[in-house]
């Protein structure tokens, strides 16, 4: 038997990421942002609505999206709940900005990995896409030059409960588990 919920935005998990934009007098601002995915090899999409972020990238041109940790999950909290219109986020948290080689928009210390975007597109029904021009990965989430889910323990928002949890037990293989029921052809 099932039980309906009617219409919720349950898609599990969904990522924990972080936008990084400059705002008007240059110091940084971050925002959490739980409704995003891949739209091509080399798009990201963000649904939003208008925040100081919205305002930052659209005259900047550019963000980045960083992947939340279990080391990170207060600061990342943090980050969704307040408004980088009412204090500091960055300063509050004690977060350590990094300026980008190849963006207009700031990389953070304590997030190991980071998509560096260039604004495609940003509709007034708040889709927003960017165009990746380079992901950062810091060396300490690498083993064999590859990100190790062990070191890197991003975090998933589940929805079902509001929780954020930890996706990294490796269940299977990606393009080649499934091959098994297609048999000998």
């Known amino acids: 038997m099932r039980k309906n919920f009617g219409v919720k935005s349950w898609i599990y998990p969904?990522?924990?990421?972080?936008?990084?934009?400059?705002?008007?007098?240059?110091?940084?601002?971050?925002?959490?942002a739980a409704w995003g995915a891949m739209s091509e090899t080399d798009e990201v999409f963000i649904s939003l609505s208008e925040h100081k972020t919205t305002e930052n990238f659209l005259k900047r041109g550019a963000f980045t999206i960083s992947i939340a940790?279990?080391?990170?999950?207060?600061?990342?909290?943090?980050?969704?709940?307040?408004?980088?219109?009412?204090?500091?986020?960055?300063?509050?948290?004690?977060?350590?900005?990094?300026?980008?080689?190849?963006?207009?928009?700031?990389?953070?210390?304590?997030?190991?990995?980071?998509?560096?975007?260039?604004?495609?597109?940003?509709?007034?029904?708040?889709?927003?896409?960017?165009?990746?021009?380079?992901?950062?990965?810091?060396?300490?989430?690498?083993?064999?030059?590859?990100?190790?889910?062990?070191?890197?323990?991003?975090i998933a928002y589940d929805p079902f409960n509001n929780k954020y949890v930890l996706c990294k037990e490796v269940v299977g293989s990606a393009f080649k588990d499934g091959l098994k029921l297609r048999g000998n052809k």
Do not use: R, W
């Open 14 to 32: 969904e990522p924990v990421l972080m936008i990084g934009t400059y705002n008007d007098d240059g110091s940084s601002n971050i925002m959490n």
């Open 69 to 154: 940790t279990k080391k990170t999950v207060v600061e990342s909290d943090y980050f969704g709940v307040v408004s980088g219109k009412k204090e500091d986020k960055v300063k509050k948290a004690n977060f350590h900005p990094i300026k980008s080689e190849f963006v207009d928009a700031p990389l953070f210390e304590e997030y190991p990995i980071a998509l560096e975007c260039k604004l495609k597109s940003f509709s007034s029904d708040g889709k927003l896409i960017g165009t990746i021009v380079n992901v950062s990965v810091d060396d300490s989430v690498l083993t064999d030059g590859k990100v190790d889910l062990d070191k890197l323990e991003a």
